[in-house]
Nanobody
């Protein structure tokens, strides 16, 4: 079992920056994937950025060059968001995939609201 707690988010003007963090507890050493998703009103949840234990990262085209996913240690991941745009407004969720009892299991954070508006 893995428990996730998100922090960060808030209201920022266009062009500003925010940082989201995701703290994990429990079976953290079984985690083999960590991602940040977002869901805007009336839209489907989309994968924004991901990182695997070896450090390889992937980003959605819409955030490349502006967002950076990083891993402080086995229990803490961050999403640095720069040059934010109004279309980045959404609820952001951290997600991990943990290999347990012979299969992958998904865990989600509680969500953090990010609002980009002047």
């Amino acid at each position: 079992q893995v428990q996730l707690v998100e922090s960060g988010g808030g209201l920022v003007q266009p062009g500003g920056s925010l940082r989201l963090s995701c703290a994990a507890s429990g079976s953290v050493f079984s985690i083999n994937f960590m991602g940040w998703y977002r869901q805007a009103p009336r839209k489907e949840r989309e994968l924004v950025a991901s990182i695997i234990p070896g450090g390889r990262t992937n980003y959605a085209d819409s955030v490349k060059g502006r967002f950076t996913i990083s891993r402080d240690n086995a229990k803490l991941w961050n999403l640095q968001m720069n040059n934010l745009k109004p279309e980045d407004t959404a609820v952001y969720y951290c997600n991990v995939v943990s290999y347990e009892s012979g299969r992958d299991k998904n865990y989600w954070g509680q969500g953090a609201q990010v609002t980009v508006s002047s």
